[in-house]
């Protein structure tokens, strides 16, 4: 079945690949060339970059019920980036919707949008390719040894988009070392935009 | 795309990925032909053979008619299906030595993955990525060329030689040892990492190969600056200034703490207690060894009583009784003694929490209030521990080799999450003891760190935090149960030709079974030659499924997966979409 789903995913890149999305407006995202994907199911659809990797766990996305792909940026250090777009369906356990998701994400563990290490900007109502949405938008220190005592960090600058659906809901993310995150912002924008998933 | 077309595009993707899947796993052919064709792919690093032979029970099972064969023929599909995992994460340059540290384990001499051509030296990984992995981004090949340190990454494209201090032999006196590109390009990525630590002593550019030296190096940067910006608030006597000079900056944060402490030396509380926090314990704050075994007694009790009432604490706490033991536990802020049944806790980490509370040795003896704070301030690590302590019982009752695995740490890190986020939530005081103290301890800092994380990504978004930022250099179960397999059907097939008087001598002076369920997976594959027969069958037998492993984590995780969700929804309802 594995195999089955993958060798599905692999035909959908393929007959997406030949029809490439729209042009991009400027930056990064003018040079990049765009490719359709599909998610099983018709869970959503999106175009994404075609020189950037592609990965996806089938087996985990059924085990959790959330079903997702990454995007990983063709360039590290100055122009590297993450881009996630998840379907997180109605039978999946993680949170218990899109609200529990918003307020888990744009808070800290203290309830606070502001830290020595994390400042997290307002939630906003949006609009995401014709549909409503919440925007998250953050920054914040990642110690990359929590159970030693070296306390070396990352400084992450990250994005959500949150789209209710019917059942279950949608995130789009894109998070990025904070230096970085100017280079692909626009090419996540782009990406979101296309973006089109069940109602 | 109108209903039609899409219903079409649809039809021609699942018939051809029925066509894909046929064509993947050769069902056409018969077992044999297929075994065939895996074993020759495999040898030559093929992932997609790989995959597809661990999913052909049909091929597995003809190929088990030889066990030897067939144990080594799956440790190597094994080990390419976890080495193409590892490199589809989004590795960029600035983690390459995360990505090291994961290699390092993973292609040596006598692994799995130098059996199917990935090593041991490590540029064979790059030709491996060229050929198997031809779209792996430029990005992401340039984390790898830095992970492997690359002669050309390392010491540049300029040079072919490099003079280095090796021990006495010092390039000054004109005894340094002399590197070449030849010499780099045939070691191992572990000698490779213990060339660069030597260079890094006398070298601290080469210190970005080494994040804990350079973390640490950080660290002290920051002890400077706090003891100079108290240097220069001008509120320290000139015999005080005086009494600083000329020593080192640890001993100088540690005057600088004699000078607060009593006194009113006017510096803001926050630099005090940055100092504080930076020092080392004075006399009177030190827990001497039959204190610190007073004390761990003492927390038994009262971590007991500080776990119950939360999901994750009782989990915890069902783990059977906890025996707490303070001692110093080097790097870290516990750990779990599998010898003794004990979670340690790190004596260093609670001096300094009595530190920024004014708290002394004798004050905690005397003041039950007082222990019963350090029990609530180190609750989150008991929590993490006890986890530890469920894995290492699990094996002790099923008698089953367990090594220290990826796993393991996620199962510890997000019960810790969870445990932290309940607790938050229930007990304002556990809550205000971790605000107050991130500002001056990284123990607070990332305890409140992995509540916030755990809490926005949860059990699927976690594990994939554990395993790329916080234990990338632990391997995977599925690749340690590799590794030790390969190893122990080699030897047992070296074994199957030794004269009987040698392979008896073998069995009974040997090392025991005992021994080796003691071992890492890197110590047991190294001491394969020197285990009694019984003893490898068994290990080789325990690590042949690994079904019993996997359904402990997911039967773990499930037992707190939805805790947070239940406490911030009803259990069940589904938000319906909001009115904009």
């Known amino acids: ?199 | 795309m109108n209903l039609s077309a899409a219903k079409t595009l649809r039809l021609a993707a699942i018939t051809a990925g029925l066509l894909c899947f046929g064509l993947n796993v050769d069902a056409g052919a018969d077992a044999a032909g297929r075994l065939a064709r895996y074993e020759a792919a495999i040898s030559s690093g093929d992932p997609a053979a790989a995959m597809d032979f661990l999913q052909d029970g049909e091929a597995r099972g003809l190929a088990e008619k030889d066990m030897q064969k067939a144990a080594e023929l799956t440790a190597e599909a094994e080990a390419l299906k976890d080495l193409k995992e590892l490199l589809a994460m989004p590795w960029k340059a600035a983690e390459a030595n995360k990505l090291n540290q994961s290699l390092a384990i993973r292609i040596d001499i006598d692994k799995p993955l130098s059996k199917a051509g990935v090593g041991p030296e490590p540029e064979k990984l790059l030709a491996w990525l060229g050929k198997y992995l031809p779209a792996y981004p430029a990005g992401k090949k340039d984390a790898v060329k830095k992970a492997i340190r690359q002669w050309d990454i390392v010491f540049g494209t300029m040079t072919d030689t490099r003079g280095m201090d090796w021990a006495q032999a010092t390039q000054q006196y004109g005894q340094g040892v002399n590197l070449t590109r030849a010499n780099w390009e045939g070691m191992t990525l572990r000698e490779r990492n213990t060339i660069l630590n030597t260079l890094m002593d006398t070298e601290p550019a080469f210190l970005t190969y080494n994040d804990e030296k350079l973390a640490s190096m950080k660290d002290q940067v920051a002890v400077m600056k706090t003891v100079n910006e108290v240097k220069n608030s001008g509120a320290l006597s000139a015999s005080q200034l005086g009494q600083l000079a000329g020593k080192s900056f640890a001993d100088q944060v540690y005057l600088l703490g004699s000078f607060f402490d009593g006194s009113n030396v006017a510096v803001s509380a926050d630099l005090k207690a940055k100092v504080n926090a930076a020092r080392d314990s004075m006399p009177k704050e030190v827990l001497p060894a039959q204190q610190r075994d007073l004390l761990g007694g003492m927390l038994t009790s009262a971590v007991a009583k500080e776990l119950a009432g939360t999901t994750a604490g009782d989990r915890a706490l069902a783990a059977g009784p906890l025996k707490i033991e303070v001692r110093p536990c080097d790097g870290s802020y516990s750990r779990y003694d599998a010898a003794s049944g004990a979670i340690v806790l790190d004596s260093e980490t609670i001096q300094q929490y009595m530190r920024m509370k004014g708290y002394t040795a004798e004050s905690v003896m005397k003041s039950r209030e007082q222990v019963a704070e350090i029990a609530k301030y180190m609750s989150p690590s008991v929590v993490y521990e006890a986890a530890h302590k469920m894995q290492a019982d699990w094996a002790a009752k099923q008698g089953v080799y367990k090594p220290h695995v990826q796993e393991d740490e996620i199962e510890a890190m997000s019960l810790e999450g969870v445990y932290t986020n309940e607790k938050m939530r229930q007990d304002p005081a556990f809550k205000g003891m971790l605000d107050s103290g991130r500002q001056f301890s990284s123990y607070a800092s990332k305890k409140s760190e992995i509540a916030t994380n755990y809490r926005g990504s949860r059990a699927k978004g976690f594990s994939q935090t554990v395993r790329k930022f916080y234990v990338p250099g632990l391997p995977s179960l599925d690749g340690a149960a590799a590794q030790v397999r390969s190893a122990i059907s080699g030897e047992l097939a070296r074994r199957a030709g030794l004269p009987p008087a040698e392979k008896a001598e073998l069995d009974s002076s040997g090392l025991t079974l005992n021994d080796a369920l003691e071992m890492s997976p890197e110590e047991l594959a190294g001491s394969v030659q020197e285990i009694q027969t019984a003893a490898l069958a068994k290990i080789g037998r325990d690590l042949q499924d690994l079904a019993a492993y996997r359904g402990r984590y997911e039967a773990s995780e499930t037992a707190t997966r939805g805790t947070l969700t239940s406490s911030t929804a009803p259990a069940g309802k589904k938000s319906a979409p909001p009115a904009l």
């Not at chain 1, 995202?29 to 020189?51: E, G, I, R």
């Not at chain 1, 290490?117 to 995401?128: D, G, H, Q, W």
């Not at chain 1, 998250?136 to 994005?159: G, T």
């Open chain 1, 1 to 199: 079945m594995k195999n089955l789903i993958l060798a599905s995913m692999i035909f959908s890149l393929a007959c997406a690949a030949a029809c490439a999305g729209v042009p991009a407006k400027g930056g990064a995202a003018k040079a990049a060339a765009f490719k359709k994907y599909t998610m099983d199911n018709n869970y959503f659809s999106c175009s994404v970059p075609s020189a950037w990797a592609l990965s996806r766990d089938a087996e985990e996305d059924a085990k959790y019920s959330i079903y997702e792909i990454q995007l990983e940026a063709p360039q590290a250090g100055k122009a590297g980036g993450t881009i996630k777009i998840a379907y997180y369906a109605k039978d999946s356990t993680d949170f218990s919707g899109f609200q529990d998701f918003i307020d888990s994400n744009s808070k800290n563990s203290f309830g606070e949008t502001k830290s020595a290490r994390e400042t997290y900007e307002p939630v906003k109502k949006t609009k995401l390719a014709g549909r409503q949405a919440f925007e998250i938008s953050r920054e914040m220190m990642q110690y990359l040894h929590p159970e030693s005592k070296s306390d070396e960090s990352v400084q992450l600058k990250e994005k959500f988009y949150v789209l209710p659906a019917k059942e279950g809901f949608y995130v789009l993310s894109f998070s990025a070392e904070k230096t970085a995150y100017p280079a692909n912002a626009a090419v996540f924008e782009k990406v979101a935009k296309s973006f089109k998933g069940k109602p």
